[in-house]
């Protein structure tokens, strides 16, 4: 009978200590990796003063995902309307949870109304979906002089 328990705790033993890579050496799997690539898609948005729209824009958008320093952040570099007049480059971090992602590191938004520019205090989030895209929502906001002063931005992607 001991014999039998010795050898059912040894066997037992054996199958705990095997692993699934068979090389011996155990490999972490980043969740990050899922999202790295690039996106293609598009931009629209608005910049509102009080209730009334002064200015709708719209756009391309190429988004480029890339695993950041930091375990739980990827780097976002936007390129809108590559190749046309009014062509712009942005690069941003963002910290995820899950599917679900913060912009960490823009903290304001010029924008320009008239002759008169504004640093308006920014936010952004957004999302990578299960169908391969990425969405994400800005806004800057604020009050001169009793009127918001508000632009308003989504961003939209599918991985190429």
Do not use: H, W
Not at 14 to 35: L, T
Not at 91 to 120: H, M, Q, W
């Amino acid at each position: 009978m001991k014999r039998n328990f010795l050898f059912c705790v040894l066997l037992l033993g054996a199958f705990a200590s095997c692993k699934q890579s068979g090389s011996g050496v155990d490999v972490d799997i980043d969740p990050r990796d899922q999202y790295v690539g690039t996106y293609q898609g598009g931009y629209s948005g608005q910049i509102t003063t009080g209730s009334f729209v002064s200015s709708i824009f719209s756009g391309s958008a190429i988004i480029t995902v890339a695993k950041a320093a930091a375990p739980k952040e990827v780097t976002l570099t936007f390129v809108y309307n590559k190749g046309q007049a009014f062509e712009n480059t942005e690069k941003l971090t963002a910290e995820l949870t899950d599917r679900k992602f913060v912009i960490i590191d823009k903290r304001n938004e010029t924008v320009t109304l008239g002759p008169s520019t504004y640093e308006l205090p920014y936010t952004a989030s957004g999302e990578f979906t299960e169908k391969s895209q990425i969405a994400m929502t800005t806004s800057a906001e604020i009050e001169r002089g009793g009127t918001i002063l508000k632009k308003v931005a989504g961003i939209t992607g599918e991985k190429k």
